[in-house]
């Protein structure tokens, strides 16, 4: 069974920038989209990135030109550069496939701050 290991988040100023590694133990499944979810203290989980197997990126609008996501097959992850980074992108961050019905076991996430 794969496990998703989320790695990369800690405590940055506003501006800042941090690497987000997802590493998949297991088959990575190369043949399906992935993506980066983030969930903040009382909010519902939210979906701001995805990766086809395409190729194609897409994200959510409050950080489309900040965040870049990519992924390594070879390496079984996936990655996620957060740039300029602003406090209401304070959140544990999880990765997985975008689709519901494809959800792979959740991953215990990696807290990210975003506070002067």
Request: overall charge neutral; charged content about 20%.
């Given at each position: 069974?794969?496990?998703?290991?989320?790695?990369?988040?800690?405590?940055?100023?506003?501006?800042?920038?941090?690497?987000?590694?997802?590493?998949?133990?297991?088959?990575m499944?190369?043949?399906?989209?992935?993506?980066?979810?983030?969930?903040?203290?009382?909010?519902?989980?939210?979906?701001v990135?995805?990766?086809?197997?395409?190729?194609?990126?897409?994200?959510?609008?409050?950080?489309?030109?900040?965040?870049?996501?990519?992924?390594?097959?070879?390496?079984?992850?996936?990655?996620?550069q957060?740039?300029?980074?602003?406090?209401?992108?304070?959140?544990?961050?999880?990765?997985?496939?975008?689709?519901?019905?494809?959800?792979?076991?959740?991953?215990?996430?990696?807290?990210?701050?975003?506070?002067?």
């Amino acid at each position: 069974q794969v496990q998703l290991v989320e790695s990369g988040g800690g405590l940055v100023q506003p501006g800042g920038s941090l690497r987000l590694s997802c590493k998949a133990s297991g088959s990575m499944p190369s043949l399906y989209d992935m993506g980066w979810y983030r969930q903040a203290p009382g909010k519902a989980r939210e979906l701001v990135a995805t990766f086809t197997m395409g190729g194609t990126a897409h994200y959510a609008d409050s950080v489309k030109g900040r965040f870049t996501i990519s992924r390594e097959n070879a390496k079984n992850t996936v990655y996620l550069q957060m740039d300029n980074l602003k406090p209401e992108d304070t959140a544990v961050y999880y990765c997985n496939d975008p689709l519901e019905q494809r959800w792979l076991p959740w991953g215990q996430g990696t807290q990210v701050t975003v506070s002067s």
